[in-house]
């Protein structure tokens, strides 16, 4: 096994060499094809989310792969099966939140790439209940960055979307989530407002090339009210921006798992029952739901490929913004 690992924060990925871990009870092992570089792995390695595993974690959560070892109690799930491994990668099944439907917000979760070793790696340990069957019509690159970019967009959208009509939606950040959730958005008949960094073309011309209404700077206002808007960069100064953009009764998501810090506003932006809500984690059920929703219409990644060994390069390219729509790493 060939695993890129970060021992600790702040610190090149180490390429080490080791036997292939055998699969425990309720687990398997697959031959990974394709990994998608997250945002949130970028947190794990910059030290914006703290180390979770002694002695080193291996990243990566969008993991597309092959079942070649199964172990003991694992049923349906045949050796030369294709799978998903996503950033929730287990859940305690036993604290209200799961058993409630809410697992997303599980009391004793795992993490894929945080707590248990990702896919920044040739082979890969998971549980066998929180991998999933991908659509045949996606490639193992195109289907990496649905497991998370798209899944985290999916349940964004469809809290901004819940119980009210959205027919202008804005997009703070138009990185590998943004550009797989508007293409479903417009699929469903939403006009799309794409906000980039200032001056970020290449984003812009993207959002623009799959179809987006408007495409501008994070600082401009849209050219018109938005019913809803969903913010993916992590940067708490679009906040206020956002609010400031929806219509009354408009709702604004924080799609993230990290932000930096909200700054003060005046309540009049939240007033006139403006909701300010943020989206955690994912379930199963949202896979489930999104990936042959996706398949079916016609959502693709704009995608740029790495070799394993090139890992701590596609990171930098996604910090420092040279990056347009996702990343995808591949043994």
Known sequence: MLGMILKSPRTPLVAEVCDDPEPGPGEVRLRVRACGVCRTDLHVVDGDLPPRRAGGIIPGHEIVGVVEAVGPGVAGVAVGARRGVPWLGSTCGTCRYCREGQENLCDDPGFTGWTRHGGYADTVIARADFCFPLPEALSDVAAAPLLCAGLIGFRSWRMACAGRPVAALGLYGFGAAAHLLAQLAIHEGQRVH?????????????????????AGDAGEAPPEPLDAAIIFAPVGDLVPAALAAVRKGGTVVCGGIHMSDIPQFPYRLLWEERRLVSVANLTRQDAVDYLPRAAAAGVRAHVTTYPLAEANAALDDLRTGRLTGAAVLVP
Do not use: V
């Open 194 to 214: 794409a906000f980039t960094r200032p001056g970020d073309g290449p984003a812009q011309a993207l959002a623009r090339e799959l179809g987006c209404a408007w």
